[in-house]
């Protein structure tokens, strides 16, 4: 059960553009929403995150838009770089319990391409 | 990533053998966590410990058993390898509910 789903899987942006990626959820209990930035052959990186008590954040070119009502929650990169290019993940937790600590729901991943 | 290892980093092994997969940690973190990423499944979690000796499964355990002796180690056990878990690992560490995970380098396995 994908309780995260994240559009588009891929994404070709030209230098200077704004990349925009989308993600969904189903469990009206998650209360923590990271992003993530993965480049070929590393690790996720932590890149920002939101909480629902608020409807945007900005860190620098990348800002997260964030709609409870619509369980939806985007990221946009503005003036992107080639740099940029790598695959994002969006994710979700809910506060269950100390035990289960951050279990985070992962999307599915985008791979932005950003042209020179 | 600084303060998560994982080892090995590479590996390949025939269908039907035990693997194990090792993560170590130096930022003394309580919650650690195995990952597996495949292309069109994201990060699907495996297995995750929240104390040492204290771990539960995650979305896609079957196949798959941890142990955790120290805070930092947590060992990724492969009973069975089969063709199926041919994937890239990754730990992560995480000091609690609503903090990020730090993830490790991950380790690429190939079953053949």
């Known amino acids: 059960q994908q309780q995260v789903k994240q559009s588009p899987q891929s994404l070709i942006v030209q230098k200077g553009g704004i990349s925009i990626i989308n993600c969904a959820y189903e469990n009206t209990a998650f209360d923590y929403f990271p992003w993530y930035q993965q480049f070929p052959g590393k690790g996720p990186a932590l890149l920002i995150a939101?909480?629902?008590?608020?409807s945007e954040k900005k860190e620098g070119r990348f800002t997260i838009s964030f709609n409870k009502s619509a369980k939806q929650f985007s990221l946009h990169i503005m003036d992107s770089q080639p740099g940029d290019s790598a695959t994002y993940f969006c994710?979700?937790?809910?506060?269950?319990?100390?035990?289960?600590?951050?279990?985070?729901?992962f999307g599915e991943g985008t791979q932005l391409t950003v042209n020179p | 990533d600084a303060g998560i290892t994982q080892s090995p980093r590479h590996k390949v092994t025939e269908t039907g053998t035990p693997v194990t997969l090792r993560c170590h940690q130096t930022?003394?973190?309580?919650?650690m966590y195995w990952y597996r990423q495949d292309p069109g499944h994201g990060l699907r979690l495996i297995h995750y410990?929240?104390?040492?000796?204290?771990?539960d499964k995650g979305e896609v355990s079957d196949g798959y058993s941890v142990s955790r002796s120290k805070t930092e180690d947590f060992l990724l056990t492969l009973e069975s390898a089969t063709s199926s878990q041919t994937s890239v690992y990754f730990c992560a560490i995480s000091l609690g509910q609503n903090y990020g995970y730090t993830f490790g380098s991950g380790t690429r396995l190939t079953v053949v």
């Open positions: 930022e003394n973190h309580r919650y």
């Open positions: 410990s929240y104390g040492v000796k204290d771990t």
């Open positions: 994710a979700a937790s809910g506060s269950s319990g100390e035990t289960s600590g951050s279990r985070l729901t």
């Open positions: 939101i909480r629902p008590d608020v």
